[in-house]
């Protein structure tokens, strides 16, 4: 079992729709998580940081935790043709601190069709 | 600066052959962070710096990775005698250690690595 689990996708929405990425992690030690959007060929992108339970926005992105369930999400509201890339998530044990790793899932693509 | 700045952006070397790779972190980030991404999107921890003290090396193949941090030069990843297996792109990130957004992670362009 992969330490951060992702559906590969591709998952494809239409413009203007919510996209709803999901992500599951095994390590109870994990305390941090994030989500990164890496278009095609470049360098990842962090998109949102979260470390409580509940619910976390930033524009249109929502950014969900349940430690409890091991569950992290990441909702973009009014879906663009530009938000098309691959989502990954990342989780990390402890909060504080800055020198521990992250560990990535292998991503969701995303695909927002006009 | 206010990037990572990884060098070389592509790097060819025939099997068996060194590859030194780059980075320079951003300024005023004490951690530095090597990655690995094979197929696709497959992200490999290698290595991370406090400094230039090893934080975390738990992800080298010990046998021909190496790596520094050396005060006032670039961080470097220094693979000798590559296999075919070590083409990647390879990621640096740094992060600061204050208590904003702690494990933030702000990712260089990468360095790609081909093995032929």
């Known amino acids: 079992q992969k330490e951060v689990e992702q559906n590969s996708g591709p998952l494809s929405v239409p413009e203007g729709a919510i996209a709803s990425l999901n992500c599951t992690y095994s390590?109870?030690?994990?305390?941090?998580f994030f989500w990164y959007r890496q278009y095609s060929g470049k360098s990842p992108e962090l998109i949102m940081s979260?470390?409580?339970?509940g619910d976390k926005e930033d524009g249109r992105f929502t950014a969900q935790l349940n430690k409890a369930s091991q569950y992290v999400s990441l909702l973009i509201r009014d879906s663009q043709p530009s938000d098309s890339a691959t989502y990954l998530c990342?989780?990390?044990?402890?909060?504080?601190?800055?020198?521990?790793?992250?560990?990535f899932g292998t991503g969701t693509q995303l695909k927002v069709e006009l | 600066g206010e990037e990572v700045a990884q060098t070389p952006k592509h790097l060819v070397r025939g099997e068996g052959q060194k590859a030194k790779l780059y980075c320079a972190p951003i300024?005023?980030?004490?951690?530095v962070f090597w990655y690995q991404q094979v197929l696709k999107n497959e992200f490999k921890f290698l290595i991370s710096?406090?400094?230039?003290?090893?934080?975390?090396e738990t992800g080298m193949p010990k046998e021909r990775f190496s790596a520094k941090c050396l005060p006032n030069s670039p961080c470097s990843l220094e693979i000798q005698a590559t296999k075919l297996e070590d083409s990647a792109v390879y990621f640096c990130a740094s992060s600061q250690s204050g208590l904003a957004r702690p494990g933030e992670l702000f990712f260089g362009e990468g360095s790609r690595l081909t093995v032929l």
């Open positions: 990342a989780s990390r044990r402890g909060i504080t601190g800055g020198g521990n790793k992250l560990t």
């Open positions: 390590d109870r030690g994990s305390q941090s």
């Open positions: 979260i470390y409580s339970n």
């Open positions: 300024k005023g980030h004490s951690y």
């Open positions: 710096f406090q400094n230039e003290n090893v934080f975390d």
